[in-house]
């Protein structure tokens, strides 16, 4: 953040001591505690949303979030001469979730389901965001897929990198189909019962933060900390709960024990439809970090291919018969609940 930026923040009620940058933010001491000032690309309608989410959320009082500040015209949104959108937000100095340590991620999910306990709002409200379809995502991952394969059948001289890839193509692209193939048979099957896509309550909607991931859970003298709620939409909350496994279930190579414990801290707060069930088993069956490698690659440069694709890619391959052996044994009774 520049200079100019720095003096958007003279538009709040607020006394300055002293900034520091952050991650792609200015942090800020000022007379009403610490807050921080980052870009923002959204629009009005999209921080309005975001607004009246964390309000109830913090109005709840189960789960501490963060707050944005208006400025002296209530405005929640401010630009610089360029058009360019920044936000200002209140802000806890402390460090991230330790994704090693197994009680900070229990507790990590745990604070996800009471989180995901005030994320409702009403049906009818202006400017609601279109449901989020994970099915129509996934298919667009794997068109994609597709051509990136061709790509790579195509391609002469090949680096090592390009030529594990396309080793590994194969397996991962027919399991991406056949996932997508069946979460749509299933989704149809669903409507055709004329069932409601949200446990019923059509009269609300539920949300998710988007990106709870554990660089967004921070811990300071306090307590827990939620933070970056920009990707809040509106899609089943399992979503949230979907980012946060996959993410800590790949650094502990898929544990069954430790996906038990996780999916129970999250079921003693809020329990789990079987229709979320069966959303979170496609959703982690579906190769999404696969998927991640292929797209980086193929819209990155190719003059030179970082070492650590390589290791990620690696990775992915060692660890696919330990994750199918966790589907397996935490989605055993998925294909009773889809009758």
């Not at 991230?96 to 900070?104: G, K, L, P, W």
């Not at 009471?114 to 009818?124: F, Q, T, V, W």
């Not at 190579?253 to 999916?263: D, I, K, P, T, Y």
């Not at 088993?281 to 999404?288: D, G, H, I, K, V």
């Given at each position: 953040?520049?200079?100019r930026?720095?003096?958007?923040?003279e538009q709040?009620?607020?006394?300055?001591l002293?900034?520091?940058?952050?991650?792609?933010?200015?942090?800020?001491?000022?007379?009403?505690?610490?807050l921080?000032f980052?870009?923002?690309s959204?629009?009005?309608?999209?921080?309005?949303?975001?607004?009246r989410?964390?309000?109830?959320i913090?109005?709840?009082?189960?789960?501490?979030?963060?707050?944005?500040?208006?400025?002296?015209?209530?405005?929640?949104?401010?630009?610089?001469?360029?058009?360019?959108?920044?936000?200002?937000?209140?802000w806890?100095?402390?460090r991230?979730?330790?994704?090693?340590?197994?009680?900070?991620c229990?507790?990590?999910?745990?604070l996800?389901g009471?989180?995901?306990?005030?994320?409702?709002?009403?049906?009818?409200m202006v400017?609601?965001?279109?449901f989020?379809?994970?099915?129509?995502?996934?298919?667009?991952?794997?068109?994609?897929?597709?051509?990136?394969?061709?790509y790579?059948?195509?391609?002469?001289?090949?680096?090592?990198?390009?030529?594990?890839?396309r080793?590994?193509?194969?397996?991962?692209?027919?399991?991406?189909?056949?996932?997508?193939?069946?979460?749509?048979?299933?989704?149809q099957?669903?409507?055709?019962?004329?069932?409601?896509a949200?446990s019923?309550?059509?009269?609300?909607?539920?949300f998710?933060?988007g990106?709870?991931?554990?660089?967004?859970?921070?811990q300071?003298?306090?307590?827990?900390?939620?933070?970056?709620?920009?990707?809040c939409?509106?899609?089943?909350?399992?979503?949230?709960?979907?980012?946060?496994?996959r993410?800590?279930?790949?650094?502990s190579?898929?544990?069954?024990?430790?996906?038990?414990?996780?999916?129970?801290?999250y079921?003693k707060?809020?329990?789990?439809?079987?229709k979320?069930?069966?959303?979170l088993?496609?959703?982690?069956?579906?190769?999404?970090k696969?998927?991640?490698?292929?797209?980086?690659?193929y819209?990155?440069?190719?003059?030179?291919?970082?070492?650590?694709?390589q290791?990620?890619?690696?990775?992915?391959?060692?660890?696919?018969k330990?994750?199918?052996?966790?589907?397996?044994e935490?989605?055993r009774?998925?294909?009773r609940?889809?009758q």
């Open positions: 953040m520049n200079d930026a720095v003096e958007l923040l709040y009620e607020i006394q300055v002293r900034t520091r940058k952050g991650r792609g933010a200015i942090v800020c001491d000022t007379d009403r505690g610490c921080i980052r870009e923002y959204g629009s009005q309608d999209r921080i309005g949303l975001q607004d989410l964390l309000k109830q913090a109005d709840a009082g189960q789960v501490r979030v963060e707050a944005i500040i208006p400025d002296r015209e209530g405005s929640l949104l401010v630009r610089d001469m360029d058009g360019v959108g920044y936000v200002l937000k209140t806890q100095e402390g991230e979730c330790n994704a090693h340590d197994r009680h900070e229990v507790e990590a999910v745990r996800l009471k989180l995901h306990k005030n994320m409702e709002l009403p049906a009818d400017n609601l965001p279109v989020f379809s994970p099915e129509r995502e996934y298919d667009k991952h794997n068109k994609e897929l597709k051509r990136v394969r061709k790579l059948q195509q391609k002469g001289q090949k680096s090592w990198f390009e030529t594990s890839l080793k590994a193509f194969d397996p991962f692209m027919e399991k991406a189909f056949a996932v997508t193939g069946q979460w749509q048979e299933y989704c099957s669903f409507q055709a019962k004329g069932q409601a949200d019923g309550k059509e009269d609300r909607v539920t998710c933060h990106d709870y991931q554990y660089h967004n859970i921070l300071e003298a306090n307590g827990w900390f939620v933070v970056n709620f920009e990707k939409m509106c899609d089943d909350p399992i979503r949230d709960l979907y980012l946060l496994l993410k800590l279930l790949e650094k190579n898929w544990s069954v024990a430790l996906g038990e414990e996780l999916l129970a801290a079921e707060e809020r329990p789990i439809s079987a979320s069930w069966i959303d088993y496609y959703r982690l069956a579906y190769p999404e696969f998927w991640k490698i292929v797209n980086f690659y819209n990155s440069g190719k003059a030179w291919i970082p070492g650590k694709n290791e990620k890619l690696e990775r992915v391959i060692e660890q696919e330990e994750k199918q052996h966790f589907l397996d935490i989605f009774h998925v294909e609940l889809r």
